[in-house]
């Protein structure tokens, strides 16, 4: 069973930056489109970001906009979120998560998941 790698988190103070990677040795990202989801304590899980399969066409929420940037690697089986102007609302789990055709904004229906990374953002 595939299973992706989210890693990169931390702590940062607000204003900060991380850069998140999603990996698998194998797993070949340019075939799926791939999204970012994250989970805060005590709400549900929130699609930020997804990059689609063929076009590469990027998609964020309206929360992340302007701020987090999603781009794959193929050549390094790698996807990264990377994070900037971080804030204090943006604590959360990430995950990232593949699927066949498109990401979807709940990641219900996405194929494969990797275990998530906790980003805490202090004020």
């Known amino acids: 069973d595939v299973q992706l790698q989210a890693s990169g988190g931390g702590l940062v103070q607000t204003g900060g930056s991380l850069r998140l990677s999603c990996i698998h040795p194998?797993?070949?990202?340019?075939?799926?489109?791939v999204g970012w989801f994250r989970q805060a304590p005590g709400k549900g899980r929130e699609g930020i970001a997804c990059?689609?399969?063929?076009?590469?066409?990027?998609y964020y929420a309206d929360s992340v906009k302007g701020r987090f940037t999603i781009s794959r690697d193929n050549a390094k089986n790698t996807v990264y979120l990377q994070m900037d102007n971080l804030k204090p609302e943006d604590t959360a789990v990430y995950y990232c998560?593949?699927?066949?055709?498109?990401?979807?904004?709940?990641?219900?229906?996405?194929?494969?998941w990797g275990k998530g990374t906790q980003v805490t953002v202090s004020s």
């Open positions: 998560a593949a699927a066949y055709h498109f990401c979807t904004v709940t990641g219900d229906g996405m194929a494969y």
């Open positions: 194998t797993f070949e990202f340019d075939n799926y489109a």
């Open positions: 990059i689609s399969t063929g076009d590469d066409k990027l």
